[in-house]
């Protein structure tokens, strides 16, 4: 997430900076045609921006090429004024073109980001059903589910525990971690229209019980890390939850009793 906010202030930075550089290279070129045949090259950059940027690196980039068109390319030069009609009638329609060319662009980048986030929390989804296909020892596989969670999850931490408290498994950063005195249900967690489906999950942990075949077999304490827990990732976190579940019921049912690491 980090790494993806960087890039967007790269792209915020840089498409202003790279249409004022193209209307500076276009300067030679601006006694041979008109102001007008101009706005495509202008345009093609505030559609690139948009879709690697985000709006915001758009909207700058658009504003930023059409006033770079006014002061590099029409008359009169290296001014912000516009002396002939026809190049007014470019300038607005660079404007108005590069900004819907701006929504639009971010909107296809926020959908691919979001696909991008649903086919995570789909392989994290297949990381458990695997670990029920080989019939790992029951706390590596415990362990391999909610590290993998935890690298795609808004979780800092989390723990696995029996139904009496034992702990069975836990991240790098869980050992040690006091038992959460919040609970999630994993119904409402899994609610796309939750009212707190974008708050955190909370920093003081929360904790879900993990139940297969009517009856508890567990749970998972998880800790948030801060950052926003769209409805994605909450249903992603309850799939998660069953998943684990259903490990530890498998182990139980193994042994013929309650599941042991």
């Known amino acids: 997430m980090k790494a993806e906010n960087d890039d967007r202030l790269i792209y915020l930075a840089g498409g202003p900076l790279v249409a004022v550089l193209l209307g500076v290279a276009l300067v030679p070129l601006r006694g041979f045609t008109t102001a007008s045949n101009f706005t495509f090259l202008f345009m093609a950059l505030t559609i690139l921006v948009a879709e690697?940027?985000?709006r915001a690196a758009a909207v700058a980039t658009a504003l930023c090429s059409a006033l770079s068109l006014d002061f590099f390319l029409t008359r009169p030069y290296l001014r912000l004024s516009i002396a002939d009609k026809h190049d007014s009638i470019a300038f607005l329609g660079l404007t108005v073109c590069g900004l819907i060319a701006a929504a639009v662009g971010s909107q296809?980048?926020?959908r691919v980001r979001s696909l991008r986030a649903s086919r995570q929390q789909l392989d994290l989804v297949h990381v458990g059903l695997e670990q029920l296909e080989r019939g790992l020892a029951t706390d590596l596989s415990l362990t391999r589910v909610i590290d993998a969670s935890r690298?795609?999850?808004?979780?800092?931490?989390a723990v696995v525990r029996d139904t009496p408290g034992n702990l069975l498994a836990a991240t790098e950063r869980a050992h040690g971690m006091p038992?959460?005195?919040q609970s999630l249900g994993l119904d409402a967690l899994a609610m796309p229209t939750a009212p707190d489906s974008r708050q955190p999950l909370p920093r003081e942990g929360a904790r879900l019980a993990l139940v297969a075949g009517g009856r508890q077999v567990g749970w998972l304490d998880v800790w948030g890390n801060g950052k926003p827990a769209a409805a994605e990732a909450r249903r992603t976190l309850s799939g998660v939850a069953?998943?684990?579940?259903?490990?530890l019921a498998q182990a139980g049912s193994s042994a013929g009793g309650p599941p042991r690491p």
């Open 108 to 110: 296809r980048g926020a």
């Open 242 to 247: 069953r998943v684990l579940a259903v490990i």
């Open 52 to 54: 690697l940027g985000g």
């Open 151 to 157: 690298r795609v999850l808004p979780f800092a931490a």
């Open 179 to 181: 038992v959460p005195a």
